[in-house]
């Protein structure tokens, strides 16, 4: 049988458990919600080095016992040199290489501004260096490569070996490390240290900052001191649906959130409750495909947003979009942004406050640039903009980039809180949307919510096809029911990270929290 765990003080979600358990520690020894996703944050890039890192971007979604909901976007944009004339010879960015790495990582921003607020709410009692005791200890003295690791770095070898500083920091003699392997990073431990001692500041306006900068300029790196220095996290107002369950939140642009509200508000008045198993993945398909289409049309630079997001998740745009599904008939569609490797995790403390939150470097190792002084993987978030300059997502200097990372929160009518969310690009919006409809609207217990098969549609790895694909474990039935709806269907392996690591906290009316983590990574729900 499966279970969720239950516990009464404090819960945490990630998909790797030694970052459930830095949270837990935390939460063990006072730090509030905030603090311990700080710990976790910088634990798991360490310890899922090829799903996310210090080089990268974050979103955070914090949700109070009491108030609105805070978002905080923690996205870097692209460099000063990185301009159209940088690019002249390329028909596209590249996504390996120095030439992939040209935004400002904004993740260490925002756990500097997440524990601002959490300062403001009554919390940031614990010191950074106890924040990030754990993530310094398991990169100098080492952590067991995961299967997930190993499978990448074989995958993605030979377009990554010749990659600066890749083979040095991942590869072990210049082989693929093997699962259960000792995986030291002395450099990053170091540069995790030098946080702790001169501030998270220093990654983009100290000491540190000046290293990376001159890093940069050796690989050719189109970033420079002055664009860490003026890179800052921003707090922002979630996108919000009314749903007739409670009130669900996502992020605003540059992020995706509005996909994965759309999905749930289009299909909100589709009797999602008593539906069958093909009827749930054909609804949520079909309004995935107009929640696609929305994205594709207004999500950019939110500088750049010709029409409040908000807006499109009116009850009447959303009714309309709804009432052109056909419930028997596959509609076609273009093509998906592709999949994407990020780490989602969620904690929820004694007091009842929630964070739903999302760190990432884009593909698998990121642009797969280590700097070769202070150990920092690059990410290539980058490579989500386009080289035509009447596209939407057009490069430009200082605009940020395309994302699709959004964590997802929901106040549900009856009093109970959820954070929940997953990794993989397009993947995200349509996991979200499963475990919500299985375990708010179909009463689906909350682990087997999340351990259910699952599909996407979309791009995988490797693949350029947009089809519709679903975990071996769905039944040949549903299979071919969908074949004859007029879906193209694939099959993926029966538990596929494909889909995505997905996880979910729910704080119930009495106090009592509940997690639920995904099998498909190495993760765990602690608590206490």
Avoid at 95 to 114: C, D, K, N
Avoid at 476 to 497: I, N, Q
Avoid at 516 to 523: I, K, M, T
Wanted: aromatic share 6%; net charge negative.
């Amino acid at each position: 049988m499966i279970q969720s765990n239950m516990a009464p003080s404090g819960m945490a979600v990630t998909p790797h458990h030694l970052a459930s358990e830095t949270a837990l520690s935390v939460l063990r020894h006072g730090g509030d919600a905030i603090e311990a996703m700080v710990a976790a944050a910088a634990t798991i890039a360490v310890t899922y080095p090829h799903m996310n890192g210090i080089g990268g971007d974050g979103f955070w979604l914090i949700v109070p016992p009491e108030g609105e909901p805070v978002a905080i976007d923690a996205s870097g944009a692209a460099g000063s040199l990185a301009s159209m004339e940088f690019y002249a010879n390329e028909t596209h960015i590249p996504h390996r290489g120095p030439r992939a790495a040209l935004t400002v990582p904004g993740t260490v921003s925002g756990w500097q501004e997440a524990l601002q607020i959490s300062q403001e709410l009554g919390g940031g009692q614990l010191p950074l260096s106890r924040l990030l005791a754990d993530a310094i200890r398991y990169a100098s003295d080492g952590i067991p490569v995961t299967q997930s690791q190993a499978i990448a770095t074989q995958g993605k070898y030979h377009e990554l070996v010749n990659v600066p500083g890749f083979a040095q920091t991942f590869l072990s003699r210049g082989e693929v490390p093997i699962a259960g392997s000792r995986f030291c990073q002395p450099r990053l431990a170091q540069t995790l240290t030098r946080l702790t001692t001169e501030g998270l500041e220093s990654f983009y306006r100290g000491p540190l900052a000046s290293q990376m900068a001159q890093e940069l300029e050796e690989l050719g790196i189109p970033v420079t001191l002055q664009d860490l220095a003026a890179h800052r996290a921003h707090r922002r107002l979630p996108l919000h649906l009314s749903h007739p369950q409670g009130d669900v939140y996502n992020l605003a642009p540059p992020t995706q959130g509005l996909v994965s509200l759309a999905i749930l508000g289009i299909t909100a008045g589709m009797e999602m409750t008593q539906a069958s198993e093909v009827q749930t993945i054909h609804r949520i398909v079909e309004a995935t495909k107009k929640a696609f289409a929305l994205r594709d049309q207004y999500i950019t630079d939110p500088r750049h947003v010709t029409r409040p997001v908000q807006s499109l998740l009116d009850p009447e745009n959303l009714e309309n979009m709804a009432a052109e599904i056909d419930d028997n008939q596959a509609a076609p569609w273009g093509t998906g942004k592709g999949p994407g490797d990020t780490v989602w995790m969620g904690v929820i403390d004694n007091n009842g406050l929630a964070v739903s939150f999302i760190q990432s470097i884009y593909h698998e190792f990121g642009s797969g640039v280590v700097l070769p002084q202070s150990g920092v993987l690059w990410q290539n978030r980058g490579a989500a903009f386009s080289l035509d300059p009447q596209h939407i997502l057009a490069l430009s200097p200082g605009k940020q980039p395309f994302h699709t990372l959004n964590p997802a929160a929901v106040r549900l009518a009856d009093g109970r809180v959820m954070v929940y969310g997953s990794m993989g690009g397009d993947g995200q919006p349509q996991t979200q949307a499963a475990l919500f409809t299985r375990y708010v609207l179909q009463g689906v217990p909350l682990q087997q919510a999340v351990s259910a098969p699952r599909w996407l549609l979309g791009r995988t790895w490797g693949q350029s096809s947009d089809s519709l694909k679903l975990e071996n474990r769905f039944s040949p039935r549903t299979f071919e029911a969908l074949r004859a709806m007029g879906h193209e269907v694939e099959a993926l392996d029966d538990f596929s990270e494909a889909v995505g690591h997905a996880g979910a906290i729910v704080r119930h009316t009495n106090g009592m929290l509940e997690g639920a983590y995904d099998p498909r990574s190495n993760g765990s729900a602690a608590g206490f």
